[in-house]
């Protein structure tokens, strides 16, 4: 069983930084996609980030420049540094990943296609 966990949320004024990790845990072979999204209070939720596995990367117009996602695939962990944050990147920070290979009975599976795995989501406020 794959399963992915969010830290690093919290409370920070405008301008300033954080740091989202995400771990997954689970008899992981590899994980094709690792991707940040957001949703904020009435609005629906929205990719932020990808980061494929040999390491190229793509964001949302809103971010660039502001935002760096990377991966340490030996620990199968997904960081977001967020600098210069905004009162609109309020919001429930979610990781995602797709296209996972993972051990079961001793042979390597792939997770079906377009199955893809949630965390549960850290919350970032940027304040004015």
């Known amino acids: 069983q794959v399963q992915l966990v969010e830290s690093g949320g919290g409370l920070v004024q405008a301008g300033g930084s954080l740091r989202l990790s995400c771990a997954a845990s689970?008899?992981?072979?590899?994980?094709?996609?690792m991707n940040w999204y957001r949703q904020a209070p009435g609005k629906q939720r929205e990719l932020v980030a990808v980061?494929?596995?040999?390491?190229?990367?793509n964001y949302a117009d809103s971010v660039k420049g502001r935002f760096t996602i990377s991966r340490d695939n030996a620990n199968n962990t997904v960081y977001l540094q967020m600098n210069s944050l905004r009162p609109e990147d309020t919001a429930v920070y979610y990781c995602?990943?797709?296209?996972?290979?993972?051990?079961?009975?001793?042979?390597?599976?792939?997770?079906?296609?377009?199955?893809?795995?949630w965390g549960q989501g850290t919350q970032v406020t940027v304040s004015s």
């Open positions: 995602n990943a797709d296209g996972i290979r993972y051990y079961s009975g001793g042979v390597i599976v792939s997770s079906p296609p377009g199955y893809d795995y």
């Open positions: 689970g008899s992981i072979f590899s994980i094709n996609a």
């Open positions: 980061i494929i596995s040999g390491g190229s990367t």
